[in-house]
């Protein structure tokens, strides 16, 4: 195992408050390259938000964050290096699945990337429904589009919440194995799911959100050896309940 670790990112002292609500209350992470981090909490915890700052989606109030050692403020360029799949996708009603897939496309061939990687839309059957218009799509096979996209320009980041939700069983193990896949390559990937037993098999790390803060942030095998427990739904039953 290569184990010099390249820090890809780092959240210093995040806060982010939504009126009175203390959305992100002092939160600091490091997230280093061929990492797989879970990003767990209750609903509320933070989570979406924490991602979307990271994303530039949210400008925190305090604190700072940097991708791959810059400062995301002064450089909205490393976007380019996130395959990041939404918790809800949006997408132009009448586009067909074609026009959407071509539209991400010419965005980004136009910051220079090379083929794009259509093996997950392959793999989810998108191709033979290209004709399809978004409007008429159910809530799994926008899922299926979302993944694809995310996963389809080779970044060296994946940011995905709650990816799995609404997929059938079928298309989340093929995600599953893409994931796998691209994690072997040094790839980072931050996932949000609340189906724990999903991430059994994935994962080399846990945070855990609770009201805004990071509750910890632990290997998996240091959360084993803690909580004498192998399953990752055990582990933090067995956490929530010492506390
Ligand atoms: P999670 O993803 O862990 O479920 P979120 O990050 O989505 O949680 O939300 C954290 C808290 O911040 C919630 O109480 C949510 O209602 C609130 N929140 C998130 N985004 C906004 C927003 N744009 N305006 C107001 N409140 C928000
Ligand atoms: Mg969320």
């Keep these: ?45 933070g989570k979406t938000t924490l991602i979307k700052s990271i994303l530039g989606m949210v400008v925190p109030d305090s604190g700072f964050i940097t991708f791959n050692g810059k400062n995301i403020l002064h450089d909205w360029l490393y976007r380019r290096h996130i395959g990041y799949m939404p918790q809800i996708g949006r997408y132009p009603d009448n586009m067909t699945i074609e026009q959407v897939f071509s539209m991400m496309k010419d965005i980004r061939s136009a910051e220079g990337n090379k083929q794009p990687d259509n093996s997950l839309a392959e793999q989810f ?11 008429t799509l ?5 899922q299926k589009v979302s993944a694809s996209i995310a996963f389809m320009f080779d970044p060296d980041v994946y940011i995905l919440d709650e990816p799995t939700a609404g997929l ?4 989340a193990e093929v995600l599953k194995e893409k994931i796998i896949l691209e994690k072997s390559k040094g790839k980072l990937v931050l996932i949000t799911s609340h ?4 991430l059994d098999d994935l994962i080399t790390h846990v945070i855990y959100m609770q009201e805004g803060a990071m509750l910890f942030h632990k290997k998996i095998g240091d959360l ?11 582990a933090i039953a067995a956490v929530m309940l010492k506390k």
Excluded: W, Y
């Design 224 to 234: 084993q050896a803690d909580t004498g427990e192998i399953k990752l739904s055990k």
């Design 168 to 171: 059938d069983p079928v298309a």
């Design 195 to 198: 189906i724990l037993s999903e």
């Design 1 to 45: 195992m290569d184990e010099t670790t390249t820090v890809m990112i780092i959240a210093s002292n995040v806060s982010k408050r939504f009126g009175k609500l203390k959305a992100l209350d002092n939160v600091s992470v490091a997230c280093n390259k061929g990492e797989c981090i879970a990003l767990l909490g209750p609903n509320g915890s």
């Design 125 to 135: 059957g998108l191709m033979n429904i290209l004709h399809k218009r978004m409007r």
């Design 138 to 142: 159910s809530g799994g096979t926008r």
